[in-house]
């Protein structure tokens, strides 16, 4: 069965995915993407891979994001602009990591409004100890890069990677204090945007991604957002 991306009788075109680091919202959005058919934006990855080929919008922008700092509201803006006019975002696109400011978002409502499109929010929220619990779980194989959660995916040997043995070491960006502070900071950037949609009177879904496995969490958003079963429309 393929879904359509109509929530209640109007036709959405744009998801905008709100969660903070540990939420598992790139779980959901990946999970989004392969059931609705539809592109998953993430400025986060369309940046780094511009570092990565080196060109001129990388280059421009490393020394901000190796910083922490957000690079500036008009080059994402213009990244988001080309990205989803591209032919295979026509009918539809999840957007992860934009807006995050509310220049982002002003932006982006006039451009979607511009072109009759109306998006929906998702709110991933998850409790506060739970992510802190998460992501001081990771540990991370120094050698082959393997990933571990010493609550919800351990290693079979305690400390010790299942491939190749190495000791598992804790990441730099997964220790309390910064976990804590990257926390703080998507909370000082998320709660305007989330309030100025609000005020806007866009819809936003709640969606609680705590205590659920990944499944679970995706059918609590199929049910809050009640996407439409093509079949039923005949689309
Ligand atoms: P992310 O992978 O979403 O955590 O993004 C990684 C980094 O990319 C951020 O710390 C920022 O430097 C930059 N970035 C990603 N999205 C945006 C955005 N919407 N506005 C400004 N900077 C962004």
Redesign the pocket.
């Known amino acids: 069965m393929s879904l359509c991306l109509c929530v209640k009788e109007e036709t959405v075109k744009a998801i905008v995915l709100f969660g903070s680091p540990g939420s598992g919202k790139g779980t959901q959005a990946k999970m989004l993407m392969e059931r609705l058919g539809v592109p998953h934006i ?4 369309m ?2 891979e511009g570092i990565r080929q080196g060109d001129d919008l990388g280059s421009g ?1 490393a020394a ?2 190796h910083s ?4 500036s ?1 008009d080059i ?1 803006n213009r990244l988001v602009e080309h990205r989803i006019s591209q032919s295979d975002a026509s009918s539809g696109f999840i957007l ?6 509310l220049a ?1 978002a002003e932006h982006l409502c006039e451009w979607l409004d511009g072109r009759g499109i109306r998006e929906v929010v998702i709110h991933l929220a998850v409790d506060y100890n739970v992510i802190i619990a998460r992501l001081t779980g990771r540990r991370q194989c120094p050698r082959c890069g393997t990933l571990y959660n010493i609550a919800s995916q351990p290693p079979r040997v305690d400390g010790a990677c299942d491939l190749d043995g190495e000791k598992l070491a804790i990441r730099e960006d997964d220790s309390e204090g910064v976990i804590r502070e990257r926390l703080a900071a998507y909370e000082r950037q998320t709660h305007p945007v989330l309030r100025f949609y609000e005020k806007a009177g866009r819809r936003i879904v709640q969606v609680d991604g705590s205590f659920d496995l990944p499944n679970a969490v995706f059918q609590k958003i199929r049910e809050a957002v009640d996407f439409d079963d093509c079949s039923k429309n005949g689309r």
């Not at 922490?68 to 690079?71: E, K, M, Q």
């Not at 992860?96 to 400011?101: E, S």
């Open positions: 993430s400025t986060g990855d940046l780094r922008v901000r994001m922490g700092a957000l690079v509201d994402v992860d990591g934009y807006p995050r400011t982002q």
